[in-house]
């Protein structure tokens, strides 16, 4: 049923649809061999639909309780932000074709992001709402707010959020920004319903400013089964991804090396938390995976956005014990990462498939050097030193996107594509792996 909305915290109507669209293989490794379908395409939130939204930006997406081997259905939540007091061609800007000056200039930026009603705006308000699916992203449930609304005069002023699954104690947890806040909220029955959101008290250490934000995308929970014949040390901790700022961060332009990539870790299940590794200067919104260790502690990967001195690909880093540093900064031309007259870089997903010798990381990011276009999932054989393999999800333009394991044979893809602008609509994609690996 439909259920009025406005001034509404939760129960928000929504839009459903389905295409499926053929894909076109990029270029493949010998090493790596499928065959399948093509993936299938849900679009989960449209811009301008029934919700009182003129766009909706920054989704992410977690599998609550799978990978399954028992062939149940994987429970997915489907997060995205609802944005008040734009047009869509100014939340999306449409095809960017200019070559930017790298000068940190955010002038054209600042232009598209003004409020009717307030001016400027600092980031964004509106709303974080989610989609529930009980059946492996088949169908899905009406859209609600988890936090915000849809009317201009009480909608908080929110941007980055994570949401991270506790296998152990079944919740999920979801840190979102809102003004110079992070908010910590829970949710104990797979995000049917959620606590009110807690101010998050942790301490910044020296040189990061207090006010340190989420990333976008999801967190891990270290796995015990990857540090060969031992159990990893640090299973059950939670690493989320977070931005860390010094004085000279600013906007979302240009060089800025005031910005690290770092991790929020819990080793109480989400009852305290504490700030783990952090990332070369210029370094921003991160992904981490965990990957096979040869020691009791567990390895992380960490893709990160590229802010420094050359940007155009993403940097990467790694971390020999399960967060509480990232080290062998780099970064990695196989990745290529928009640079355009709004934004540099783009949120990228990352996610591990399987669990032993077979282990393969798969990442999605628009594979274009001046558009946000041309979504692409690459695959790595070798936890992240290499990515030779690749498929082309999208053609058309797109940008952020977010990656989770559905079950053994299927990932789910959640992105922002379009025609018309990279966020005409935020989709839901069920990803064969043999498609993936053909």
């Known amino acids: 049923k439909r259920q009025q909305m406005a001034g509404m915290p939760v129960m928000l109507c929504y839009a459903f649809g389905l295409a499926v669209l053929a894909s076109n293989v990029v270029h493949g490794a010998p090493a790596i061999h499928g065959s399948g379908s093509s993936p299938t395409f849900v679009d989960l939130f449209v811009a301008g639909d029934a919700s009182g939204f003129p766009c909706y930006r920054q989704p992410a997406i977690a599998a609550v309780g799978q990978p399954r081997s028992d062939g149940a259905a994987t429970v997915l939540l489907a997060f995205v932000e609802g944005r008040l007091g734009f047009t869509k061609a100014s939340c999306a800007p449409p095809l960017e074709s200019e070559q930017p000056h790298h000068n940190g200039s955010t002038s054209q930026r600042a232009s598209a992001q003004r409020h009717p009603l307030q001016g400027p705006v600092p980031n964004e308000v509106g709303g974080l709402l989610l989609r529930r699916s009980t059946d492996s992203g088949v169908t899905w449930s009406d859209a609600v707010f988890v936090y915000g609304t849809n009317v201009s005069s009480g909608a908080p002023n929110i941007d980055f959020y994570v949401v991270t699954h506790d296998a152990i104690r079944n ?57 060969g014949s031992v159990a990893c040390t640090q299973a059950g901790r939670l690493v989320v991804p977070f931005v860390c700022v010094n004085g000279s961060a600013h906007g979302d332009h240009g060089k800025n090396l005031g910005n690290h990539a770092c991790l929020l870790l819990s080793d109480d299940h989400g009852a305290s938390w504490r ?8 370094s921003r919104e991160s992904q981490v995976a965990q990957v096979p260790s040869t020691s009791a502690d567990a390895t992380l990967f960490a893709i990160e956005r590229n802010f420094g001195k050359q940007p155009g690909h993403k940097m990467v880093a790694t971390s020999p014990d399960a967060g509480e540093s990232l080290q062998h900064y780099a970064i990695q031309p196989a990745l290529p990462a928009p ?63 977010d990656l989770a394991v559905v079950d053994d044979a299927t990932l789910g893809v959640i992105l922002e594509r379009g025609t018309e602008t990279f966020a005409d609509q935020i989709s839901f994609a069920s990803v064969p792996k043999s498609w993936l690996l053909a």
Request: hydrophobic letters at 35%.
């Open 275 to 282: 700030v783990g590794g952090y990332g070369q200067p210029g």
């Open 339 to 401: 640079v355009t007259p709004h934004w540099t870089g783009t949120v990228s997903g990352l996610a591990r498939l399987g669990k032993g010798a077979d282990v393969l990381l798969v990442y999605s990011g628009p594979f274009d050097a001046t558009q946000r276009a041309n979504m692409t999932l690459a695959v790595s054989s070798d936890h992240g030193s290499t990515w030779k393999h690749t498929r082309t999800l999208w053609p058309s333009l797109a940008a952020y996107s």
């Open 171 to 227: 919740t999920v947890w979801l840190h979102l920004q809102q003004g110079g806040d992070t908010l910590v909220f829970s949710s104990g029955d797979q995000g049917e319903t959620w606590s009110s959101g807690a101010k998050l008290n942790v301490t910044v250490p020296h040189p990061f400013a207090p006010g340190i934000k989420p990333a976008v995308g999801h967190g891990i929970q270290v796995e015990a089964g990857l540090c």
